[in-house]
Protein backbone atom coordinates (compact mmCIF):
# COMPACT_ATOMS: atom_id res chain seq x y z
CA UNK A 1 0.00 0.00 0.00
CA UNK A 2 1.09 3.55 -0.78
CA UNK A 3 1.59 5.86 2.00
CA UNK A 4 -0.66 9.12 0.97
CA UNK A 5 -0.49 11.07 4.00
CA UNK A 6 0.91 15.20 3.56
CA UNK A 7 4.07 14.61 6.05
CA UNK A 8 6.91 17.06 4.34
CA UNK A 9 6.33 20.52 3.12
CA UNK A 10 8.81 22.48 1.14
CA UNK A 11 7.80 26.00 1.45
CA UNK A 12 9.24 28.89 -0.46
CA UNK A 13 8.65 32.71 0.40
CA UNK A 14 10.23 35.53 0.40
CA UNK A 15 8.44 37.77 3.38
CA UNK A 16 10.42 36.92 6.81
CA UNK A 17 6.94 37.31 8.70
CA UNK A 18 5.01 35.66 6.66
CA UNK A 19 7.75 32.75 6.19
CA UNK A 20 7.90 31.94 9.96
CA UNK A 21 4.38 32.78 11.17
CA UNK A 22 3.00 29.82 8.34
CA UNK A 23 6.13 27.61 9.20
CA UNK A 24 5.28 27.50 12.86
CA UNK A 25 1.42 26.86 12.07
CA UNK A 26 2.41 24.26 9.51
CA UNK A 27 4.82 22.13 12.32
CA UNK A 28 2.62 22.93 15.59
CA UNK A 29 -1.06 22.64 14.24
CA UNK A 30 -0.50 20.61 11.24
CA UNK A 31 2.16 18.57 12.36
CA UNK A 32 4.44 18.69 9.34
CA UNK A 33 8.44 18.80 8.39
CA UNK A 34 8.31 21.89 7.24
CA UNK A 35 11.77 22.94 5.15
CA UNK A 36 11.58 26.68 4.33
CA UNK A 37 13.57 28.58 1.80
CA UNK A 38 13.60 32.12 1.58
CA UNK A 39 13.57 32.65 -2.37
CA UNK A 40 13.51 30.35 -5.22
CA UNK A 41 17.17 29.45 -5.48
CA UNK A 42 17.44 28.61 -1.58
CA UNK A 43 14.71 26.33 -2.69
CA UNK A 44 16.37 24.88 -5.42
CA UNK A 45 19.35 24.08 -3.56
CA UNK A 46 17.67 22.54 -0.85
CA UNK A 47 15.69 20.21 -2.87
CA UNK A 48 18.54 18.33 -4.22
CA UNK A 49 18.42 16.40 -0.68
CA UNK A 50 14.57 17.08 0.45
CA UNK A 51 12.14 14.57 -1.30
CA UNK A 52 8.77 16.50 0.09
CA UNK A 53 5.18 15.37 -0.13
CA UNK A 54 3.91 19.04 -0.96
CA UNK A 55 5.75 22.21 -2.63
CA UNK A 56 4.07 25.60 -1.27
CA UNK A 57 5.08 28.40 -2.82
CA UNK A 58 4.91 31.65 -2.84
CA UNK A 59 4.09 33.55 -6.34
CA UNK A 60 5.78 37.04 -6.10
CA UNK A 61 9.05 36.92 -5.18
CA UNK A 62 11.97 39.20 -6.55
CA UNK A 63 15.21 37.35 -9.02
CA UNK A 64 12.47 33.73 -9.37
CA UNK A 65 9.00 34.16 -8.90
CA UNK A 66 6.76 31.05 -7.93
CA UNK A 67 6.04 29.67 -11.03
CA UNK A 68 9.69 29.58 -12.25
CA UNK A 69 10.73 28.16 -9.35
CA UNK A 70 8.01 25.60 -9.86
CA UNK A 71 9.55 25.01 -13.15
CA UNK A 72 13.22 24.75 -11.83
CA UNK A 73 11.78 22.45 -9.24
CA UNK A 74 9.81 20.40 -11.66
CA UNK A 75 13.04 19.39 -13.70
CA UNK A 76 14.77 17.26 -10.37
CA UNK A 77 13.35 13.88 -10.88
CA UNK A 78 12.14 13.47 -7.38
CA UNK A 79 9.77 16.31 -7.84
CA UNK A 80 8.75 15.97 -11.10
CA UNK A 81 5.26 14.81 -9.97
CA UNK A 82 5.08 16.55 -6.38
CA UNK A 83 1.89 18.21 -5.75
CA UNK A 84 2.41 22.46 -5.51
CA UNK A 85 0.42 25.20 -4.49
CA UNK A 86 0.31 28.79 -4.56
CA UNK A 87 0.38 30.82 -1.95
CA UNK A 88 -0.78 34.23 -3.45
CA UNK A 89 -2.97 37.84 -3.38
CA UNK A 90 -3.05 37.38 -7.26
CA UNK A 91 -5.83 35.00 -7.26
CA UNK A 92 -7.76 36.56 -10.28
CA UNK A 93 -9.20 33.26 -12.94
CA UNK A 94 -6.59 34.15 -14.97
CA UNK A 95 -4.13 33.59 -12.20
CA UNK A 96 -5.27 30.41 -10.95
CA UNK A 97 -5.40 29.46 -14.36
CA UNK A 98 -1.67 30.07 -15.14
CA UNK A 99 -1.10 28.33 -11.29
CA UNK A 100 -2.91 25.37 -13.11
CA UNK A 101 -1.04 25.64 -16.17
CA UNK A 102 2.34 25.49 -14.01
CA UNK A 103 0.94 22.49 -12.89
CA UNK A 104 -0.18 23.14 -9.24
CA UNK A 105 -3.12 21.97 -7.26
CA UNK A 106 -4.42 25.02 -6.43
CA UNK A 107 -3.57 28.26 -4.62
CA UNK A 108 -4.72 29.86 -1.01
CA UNK A 109 -4.61 33.20 -1.19
CA UNK A 110 -3.11 35.74 0.89
CA UNK A 111 -3.28 37.64 2.91
CA UNK A 112 -2.95 33.91 4.87
CA UNK A 113 -5.15 33.34 8.06
CA UNK A 114 -2.61 31.57 10.16
CA UNK A 115 -5.29 29.33 12.00
CA UNK A 116 -7.17 27.98 8.87
CA UNK A 117 -3.56 27.36 6.79
CA UNK A 118 -3.07 23.81 8.09
CA UNK A 119 -6.45 22.80 7.09
CA UNK A 120 -6.58 24.94 3.57
CA UNK A 121 -3.77 23.20 2.69
CA UNK A 122 -4.54 19.41 3.85
CA UNK A 123 -8.05 20.34 1.64
CA UNK A 124 -6.30 20.55 -1.38
CA UNK A 125 -4.25 17.31 -0.24
CA UNK A 126 -7.15 15.09 0.35
CA UNK A 127 -8.18 16.71 -3.62
CA UNK A 128 -5.34 16.63 -5.85
CA UNK A 129 -5.57 14.51 -8.78
CA UNK A 130 -4.07 10.58 -7.85
CA UNK A 131 -1.09 9.37 -10.19
CA UNK A 132 -2.67 6.92 -12.96
Same mark, same amino acid.
Given at each position: ?????????????????? !?????????? #???????? %? %? $?????? #?????????? #????????????????????????????????????? $?????? !????? /????? #??????????? /????????? !?????
Amino acid at each position: MIDTDLKTILYVEDDLHV !RTTAKLVLEV #IGKFVVRD %C %C $SGHEAL #IAAQNFHPDL #ILLDVMMPDLDGLATLSLLRGMPHLADTPALFVTSLT $SPADIE !RYFDA /GAIGA #IPKPLVPLRLA /GQVNEFWER !RPQPA
